[in-house]
T-cell receptor, first 115, second 108 residues
């Protein structure tokens, strides 16, 4: 069990550019979540996958955000035409569907800075 | 949509004093989870409560889930400097809603 990993850890981009983040969950976990966290706030739910199916998506997400989990393992989060307001920490978490349902294991996050 | 509110936002305590943070939801919760985030770190799961009126203890930490399943609390007895961090409550299984968190500072 190597934990949840995220890549890159930091990303600086110019406004208008596209960025893509990757999350590798704990191998036996079939649930995967993406959150956004800004300073002084709690994690804000973005989207949720069960295996490869995207079952929930926040209404806060504009159509510039898209997430995929093609084989039910790793996931990617893409932000198109980035804006300064997208600057935040993007957190990925995974969990199992049996046993301790609800317990999420978070990755270290990707810190995005949009200039 | 579901909203989860947490108070206080900040709390400074002298080492050895007790600390409590409160969580309130606008709707009935299926469950409540508590996480701790150290400065510069990511949230780490502490516990989950699912039953009305449930009380769970972890050493110096006591977690409660209200009878109506709309509120919860975390109480730390005799705080230590290792308790420093932000404590979040969160509700839901799929679309999980986090509170704003309570940032705890412990003065040695």
């Amino acid at each position: 069990d190597t934990g949840v990993s995220q890549d890159p850890r930091h990303k600086i981009t110019k406004r208008g550019q596209n960025v893509t983040f990757r999350c590798d969950p704990i191998s036996e976990h079939n649930r995967l979540y993406w959150y956004r966290q800004t300073l002084g706030q709690g994690p804000e739910f973005l989207t949720y996958f069960q295996n490869e199916a995207q079952l929930e998506k926040s209404r806060l997400l504009s159509d510039r955000f898209s997430a995929e989990r093609p084989k039910g393992s790793f996931s990617t989060l893409e932000i198109q035409r980035t804006e300064q307001g997208d600057s935040a920490m993007y957190l990925c978490a995974s969990s199992r569907t049996s046993g301790w349902e609800g317990e999420q294991f978070f990755g270290p996050g990707t810190r995005l800075t949009v200039l | 949509g579901q909203q989860v509110m947490q108070i206080p936002q900040y709390q400074h305590v002298q080492e050895g004093e007790d600390f409590t943070t409160y969580c309130n939801s606008s709707t009935t919760l299926s469950n409540i989870q508590w996480y701790k985030q150290r400065p510069g770190g990511h949230p780490v799961f502490l516990i989950q409560l699912v039953k009305s009126g449930e009380v769970k203890k972890q050493k110096r930490l006591t977690f409660q889930f209200g009878e109506a399943k709309k509120n919860s609390s975390l109480h730390i007895t005799a705080t230590q400097t290792t308790d420093v961090g932000t404590y979040f409550c969160a509700g839901g299984y799929q679309k999980v809603t986090f509170g704003i968190g309570t940032k705890l500072q412990v003065i040695p």
